[in-house]
């Protein structure tokens, strides 16, 4: 199914996807649910633009009224932009900054969240999809990190210039070295192990964890 990237702005629709969010993944605190699907619908909003820009070097316009989501089963899949933004990486920065501040704004009153905190989610999403999509097109995972450290400023130029934005440029893209991979450092947690059907197990990823204990658990899922 698809549906305009606007639903995630609309409180009636958002409350809505709160009651999926509890079918899907069990009863859980309204916050938490909400994060859950912001990880979700984050990755795959940024995507949409970031992925043609690095395959390219021509982004795809972010913007909410551009943007198609992807859903099945009340999961996001994928989202695809209607529209051609070009190859400015201030207009790509500026472009997500409005598309990301506004839907965070709506999640926060639909579930509670603080918004630092879904912004910090966001940021993950950028990094993680500039990491996989350099990686995608041959480039070493250098490209990636320059990508994201070069998006980062031009976002925290615009985040200037957007009212109200609780984005200022930090948290942002932030990366280790797991044996010879790049990965992300992740900043955010999406508090999925907070729902019933994680049973309290964290992402191997998680920032709520010891360094050691990431980099061991890391290491695991790369070997295998």
């Known amino acids: ?19 999926r969010a509890r079918t899907l993944y069990g009863p859980a605190p309204r916050a938490v649910l909400g994060t859950v699907r912001w990880y979700s619908a984050s990755s795959v909003l940024v995507a949409a633009a970031l992925e043609p ?36 990486p201030a207009d790509l920065g500026a472009a997500l900054v409005r598309a990301v501040d506004a839907a965070v704004t709506a999640f926060a009153a639909a579930c509670g969240a603080r918004e630092r905190a879904l912004w910090a989610v966001a ?29 980062a400023e031009h976002m925290a130029r615009a985040a200037h210039d957007v009212p109200g934005c609780r984005w200022r440029g930090s948290p942002r893209p932030r990366f280790t070295t797991v044996g010879d991979r790049v990965i992300v450092r992740r900043v955010s947690c999406c508090l999925i192990y907070e729902t019933p059907t994680a049973g309290e197990v964290t992402c191997v990823s998680c920032p709520r964890q010891t360094p050691a204990e990431r980099e061991r658990r890391v290491r695991g899922q790369l070997r295998g």
């Not at 199914?1 to 009651?19: F, H, I, K, N, S």
């Not at 972010?62 to 989501?69: E, G, I, K, N």
Request: proline content about 5%; charged content about 25%.
């Open 53 to 88: 820009w690095v395959h390219t070097g021509l982004a795809r316009d972010p913007a909410l009224d551009a943007v198609r989501l992807d859903l099945a089963d009340g999961r996001f899949l994928d989202a695809s932009s209607t529209r051609g933004l070009g190859p400015d």
């Open 123 to 151: 940021v993950d999403s950028i990094a993680n999809r500039l990491l996989w999509a350099a990686s995608a097109t041959g480039a070493d995972h250098v490209e990636g990190v320059r990508l994201a450290g070069e998006l």
């Open 1 to 19: 199914m698809g549906v305009p990237a606007t639903v995630l702005t609309d409180p009636a629709w958002l409350a809505e996807d709160l009651r």
